[in-house]
Nanobody
Framework: QVHVVESGGGLVQAGGSLRLSCTTS????????MGWFRQAPGKEREIVAA????????YYADSVKGRFTISRDNAKNTVYLQMNSLKPEDTAVYYC??????????????????????WGQGSQVTISS
């Protein structure tokens, strides 16, 4: 069993920044590819960013490209999502997810929510205009 916990959400004005953190426990963190998803009210859960287990490959949704940065520190069992130039349309619950990838290439990331094994409880991000 893997326990996933997000932190760092909150309320900020448009144009501001937030950094989300996600820590896991239960298994070796570097055996997991990681992803950040978000879900706004009445909408489907969507991929925001993803990162390979080594950190060498990343993916961003078009809507956040150039504003958000995903990174990871395997020594701290933590993945981050730095969010800059926030917009009201970024308002959502943000979820961190893990996918077990032991033995797979360190350059592979995953963008489909069905690919992931464990999820956090979510962290609310609200951007005021």
């Amino acid at each position: 069993q893997v326990h996933v916990v997000e932190s760092g959400g909150g309320l900020v004005q448009a144009g501001g920044s937030l950094r989300l953190s996600c820590t896991t426990s239960g298994r070796t963190f570097s055996n997991y590819a990681m992803g950040w998803f978000r879900q706004a009210p009445g909408k489907e859960r969507e991929i925001v960013a993803a990162i390979s287990w080594s950190g060498s490959s990343t993916y961003y949704a078009d809507s956040v490209k150039g504003r958000f940065t995903i990174s990871r520190d395997n020594a701290k069992n933590t993945v981050y999502l730095q969010m800059n130039s926030l917009k009201p349309e970024d308002t959502a619950v943000y979820y961190c997810a893990t996918k077990y990838v032991l033995g797979r290439s360190g350059t592979v990331y995953y963008t489909g929510k069905d690919s992931y094994d464990y999820w956090g409880q979510g962290s609310q991000v609200t951007i005021s205009s």
